[in-house]
């Protein structure tokens, strides 16, 4: 059982940066690859960054490529999304997800275990 839980939210400019966390609970963090998805009012949820057990390999949306950055410290349990040059389009709730898999990492079902979410709201 993983249980996870995002922060760093909020409402931001477009150009802005923001750095949302991750914080999981737990021993086995180290073994599961960890994603980062977001979903905007009336749309489904949909991928954005995931990274491997060992933060070896990382996976981006096109939407989001040169932007965001996903990295983790296993040591602290703790997966961060850095997000650069932010957009409008980019406002929308994010999750953090696990999954205790090393392939097909951009979909949801390869996930078993959810946050909440937190609110980024990127203002024109």
């Known amino acids: 059982q993983v249980e996870l839980a995002e922060s760093g939210g909020g409402l931001v400019q477009a150009g802005d940066s923001l750095r949302l966390s991750c914080g999981a609970s737990g021993r086995t963090f180290s073994r599961y690859s960890m994603g980062w998805f977001r979903q905007a009012p009336g749309n489904e949820r949909e991928f954005v960054a995931a990274?491997?057990?060992?933060?070896?390999?990382?996976y981006y949306a096109d939407s989001v490529k040169g932007r965001f950055t996903i990295s983790r410290d296993n040591a602290k349990n703790t997966v961060y999304l850095q997000m650069n040059s932010l957009k409008p389009e980019d406002t929308a709730v994010y999750y953090c997800a696990a999954a205790p898999k090393l392939c097909g990492l951009t979909a949801r079902t390869r996930y078993d275990y959810w946050g909440q979410g937190t609110q980024v709201t990127v203002s024109s």
């Open positions: 990274i491997t057990w060992g933060g070896g390999t990382s």
